[in-house]
């Protein structure tokens, strides 16, 4: 099994409708983060979180939320999902021992929102 | 705020050819650098990093030194392989407690045999 798992891998969703994105891992890493990723615009950080009491938004959190539900378990919502939420969406997680260098990443849900 | 610069592509390259991907960055402090590596349907993987000023980072033939005096970490291979077409990310760590990335755009590397 993979350390960062993602579902779905792929997703189409409609204008207005609520929809998550799950992530899980085995990592067993405190620090987690979800990423979205847009053509020519590299990775943009949504939301991370240290542990399950601590949530922090990131520089594009308008339109998503989150829930750490358990040190393995963050998911990712958009409460009504617009076009322009179409984008590759990534779940990392961190070991701070390795000063940032110890990012592991999932391999991204596809979303496309019609 | 902190930030990443670099070259935009695709960069097609034959075999054997060498490699440079240009990176610089902006940001208060000294933070570590990334190189990330991203191969088609799958996430994004660490190919190397450096911590401090003047240190090399490297992996699979790929290299990087971290230039203070220009803020840069360009990212270089000497023989490229077919297997080298991915998508790469320079990236920076901001030096608080937080660890976040601060992504570049990506350059796509595409080598033909």
């Known amino acids: 099994d993979a350390d960062v798992t993602q579902t779905p891998r792929n997703r189409i969703t409609k204008t207005g409708k609520r929809i998550m994105l799950e992530c899980s891992q085995t990592k067993g890493h405190d620090r987690m983060y979800w990423y979205r990723q847009d053509p020519g615009l590299g990775l943009r950080l949504i939301y991370y979180?240290?542990?399950?009491?601590?949530?922090n938004k990131g520089e594009i959190s308008d339109g998503y939320s989150v829930s750490r539900q358990a040190q393995a378990k963050f998911s990712l919502s958009l409460e009504s999902a617009i076009p322009n939420q179409t984008a590759l969406y990534f779940c990392?997680?961190?070991?701070?021992?390795?000063?940032?260098?110890?990012?592991?990443f999932g391999s991204g849900t596809r979303l496309t929102v019609v | 705020g902190d930030s990443v610069t670099q070259m935009e592509g695709p960069v097609t390259l034959s075999e054997e050819a060498f490699l440079t991907i240009n990176c610089t960055y902006t940001a208060t402090g000294y933070p570590s650098l990334f190189w990330y590596v991203q191969y088609p349907g799958e996430g994004l993987q660490l190919l190397l990093k450096a911590t401090k000023a003047d240190d090399k980072g490297s992996n699979k033939g790929f290299e990087a030194t971290y230039r203070k005096e220009t803020t840069s970490f360009h990212l270089e291979k000497g023989s490229v392989q077919v297997s080298d077409s991915a998508v790469y990310f320079c990236a920076l760590s901001e030096m608080d407690s937080s660890y976040k990335l601060i992504f570049g755009s990506g350059t796509r590397l595409l080598v033909r045999p």
């Open positions: 990392a997680t961190s070991d701070p021992l390795l000063n940032g260098g110890g990012y592991t």
């Open positions: 979180s240290f542990d399950v009491k601590d949530i």
